[in-house]
């Protein structure tokens, strides 16, 4: 079994900035891909960025230029800074990675951009 915990949402103003983490149980060292989505009240869950191995990185246009996804190896840890955020990037953010064959996604960390 594979636990992935997110956390630093929060309640954060228009225009301000927050960094999610997403912490594995296991080494994230031999995954490929892992990303974070959001799921907004009423709305399907979307992507939101994705980071391989690599390094090599793909962003959703609604986050580009706004956010930037990372992963640390060595703390089995994948981020995602958000800045200049707007009140609809207000959604659950969850990361998911797949170990094997099987996909995991964490509970989710809620995000709310408001004044």
């Known amino acids: 079994q594979v636990q992935l915990v997110e956390s630093g949402g929060g309640l954060v103003q228009p225009g301000g900035s927050l960094r999610l983490s997403c912490a594995a149980s296991r080494s994230i060292f031999s995954i490929n891909e892992m990303g974070w989505y959001r799921q907004a009240p009423g709305k399907e869950r979307e992507l939101v960025a994705t980071?391989?191995?690599?390094?090599?990185?793909n962003y959703a246009d609604s986050v580009k230029g706004r956010s930037t996804i990372s992963r640390d190896n060595a703390k089995n840890t994948m981020y995602l800074q958000m800045n200049s955020l707007k009140p609809e990037d207000t959604a659950v953010y969850y990361c998911?990675?797949?170990?094997?064959?099987?996909?995991?996604w964490g509970q989710g960390t809620q995000v709310t951009v408001s004044s």
């Open positions: 998911n990675a797949y170990y094997g064959l099987r996909l995991y």
């Open positions: 980071v391989t191995s690599g390094g090599s990185t």
